[in-house]
């Protein structure tokens, strides 16, 4: 425990599982009191977690694209806590569509950019006046390893992941002058309720140990690994860190080897 979140309020959506609940745990232990928000009523457990670790935490659940619950959020945590410091944008969807680009429609575009996009836009808009009201913080919103090139996941996730990249840009400007810092993390391949499909589909195979061979690591990572990334992101000792984008993937973006769909010819 090092404490460097002693004090503050920290919001984190996502907070049922994988990232967010790794992350939820950490601030805790670092001296945060976390809000964990999620869809899912799981989000009660990993409250409960932080508990029964010591921790204070609050349990909320919500749509993390939906601005009237971004918004009950940075309230609940100001009338419970009495200030906001950190928000994580974390929760994310991939979609439905598990094919190549022309598998996936228009509304299956739109969803995954609601909660990936919209989410972290209504974040930043919700939770950055109530972090300046508090004396200034961080916000913390994920991306993905896929904002940076083709090949790291479906289109619609992919797309959504680069325009996150682009808002931190884009607040942090929006931003300055006010205390708040904005920047984000950019997951490799994690395994997550996201991933789990991936994961359970190669254990059944017995291929496990193929799993992030395509980095340098030769390994998947671990939801503490990025969790420990936000905390430095929304900590003071990232205090000259604003409008970033961390790559946290064991080095798979050093280099993108992708497969071309089935049907795509070369002239």
């Given at each position: ?15 049922a ?71 994580f ?38 939770a ?8 200034g913080g ?20 992919s ?17 300055a ?28 195979k ?5 799993i ?19 905390l ?36």
């Amino acid at each position: 425990m090092s404490e460097v979140l002693q004090g503050k309020v920290a919001c984190i959506t996502g907070a049922a599982s994988g990232i967010g609940r790794a992350s939820a745990l950490l601030f805790a232990a670092d001296g945060a009191r976390v809000v964990c928000f999620d869809r899912s009523d799981a989000v009660e457990a990993t409250a409960e977690a932080v508990r029964a670790a010591g921790g204070e935490a609050l349990a909320m659940t919500g749509d993390a694209g939906e601005e009237a619950d971004v918004a009950g959020l940075v309230a609940k945590a100001q009338a419970e806590f009495g200030a906001v410091h950190v928000f994580f944008a974390n929760a994310g969807i991939t979609g439905t569509a598990r094919g190549g680009f022309f598998d996936s429609d228009a509304a299956n575009w739109m969803e995954v950019l609601r909660v990936n996009l919209v989410g972290p836009f209504v974040a930043v808009k919700h939770a950055a006046p109530a972090i300046e009201s508090s004396g200034g913080g961080a916000i913390v919103c994920t991306a993905s390893v896929a904002a940076l090139r083709s090949g790291a996941g479906p289109a619609p996730y992919s797309a959504s992941k680069a325009g996150v990249a682009n808002l931190v840009q884009t607040a942090a400007q929006q931003l300055a002058g006010t205390g708040v810092r904005v920047n984000g993390v950019a997951p490799g391949l994690i395994e997550t309720g996201m991933t789990a499909p991936l994961y359970e589909n190669a254990r059944a195979k017995g291929l496990e140990d193929q799993i992030g061979l395509l980095n340098p690591l030769g390994r998947g990572g671990e939801p503490e690994e990025i969790a420990r990334a936000a905390l430095f992101l929304a900590s003071d000792a990232a205090s000259y860190v604003n409008g970033h984008v961390m790559v946290v993937d064991g080095g798979l973006s050093t280099s993108h080897p992708v497969t071309r769909p089935p049907g795509l010819k070369r002239d």
